[in-house]
Every structure is written in C-alpha cells, then in structure tokens.
Nanobody, 129 residues
Framework: QVQLVESGGGLVQAGGSLSVSCAAS????????MAWFRQAPGKEREFVAG???????RYEDSVKGRFTISRDNTKNTVYLQMNSLEPEDTAVYYC???????????????????????WGQGAQVTVSS
C-alpha cells in the first residue's frame, strides 16, 4: 500500500506562481509513474502532468510551458511548479501513482485517471482574476 500526502497550493493572483508537493510512503517510489490531476467544481478530474522514473514527462496541452513536473526518487517526492497561473487553473490538485509493471521504467505515462492505483487527498489551488 502506498500513501500519498500533498502539500502546498493556496491562493494567488492571475499571473502568479504556486507549487504543490507530494510525498509517498514505501520504498519502491521509483517504480511508479507519478502524476498530477486536477478537478474543478462541476468538472471531471483531468490529467495535468506525469513523470516516469527517469523523468520523462507528459503534459496536458493547456499547461505546457507554464507547469513543470519533477521528482526526487531519493526523497520519494514529486513536485509540480505552476507559473503564469490563470483563473482556469483553479481546482483541487491530486497526486497519483501508477504501479503498472514497467510503466515507470519505460516512460508509459497514462493520462487516464482509471489507470492510477493510489491517490492523495488533494490540495486546493485558487487563482483570482
């Protein structure tokens, strides 16, 4: 069993920056694809960014060039740096882990929420206009 605990987020004006972090329990963190999803009120949960063991990454189109996902396998932590934030980025941001065998090693980063096995509790990000 893996536990994911997010931290960070908060309130910022449009154009500002925020970051969220996710600390994972367990000793095989490096074997998981790690990803960030978000869910705004009344909307479905959507993929934001994902990262493999060796830090290949994938982004949702609307955040490319603004958000950066990274991971530190020695600290069992994944990060999401969010710059040039827009009101449309307002959502609860969830950390997720995909434990499929080989996915992390070979960079198979899924954008499907159903593919992920473990989830954090979420961190609120609010961007005011």
């Amino acid at each position: 069993q893996v536990q994911l605990v997010e931290s960070g987020g908060g309130l910022v004006q449009a154009g500002g920056s925020l970051s969220v972090s996710c600390a994972a329990s367990g000793s095989i963190f490096r074997n998981y694809v790690m990803a960030w999803f978000r869910q705004a009120p009344g909307k479905e949960r959507e993929f934001v960014a994902g990262i493999s063991t060796y830090s290949s990454s994938r982004y949702e189109d609307s955040v490319k060039g603004r958000f950066t996902i990274s991971r530190d396998n020695t600290k069992n932590t994944v990060y999401l740096q969010m710059n040039s934030l827009e009101p449309e980025d307002t959502a609860v941001y969830y950390c997720a882990a995909d434990a499929r065998f080989g996915a992390a090693r070979f960079g198979d980063i899924s954008f499907l929420a159903s593919q992920y096995d473990y989830w954090g509790q979420g961190a609120q990000v609010t961007v005011s206009s």
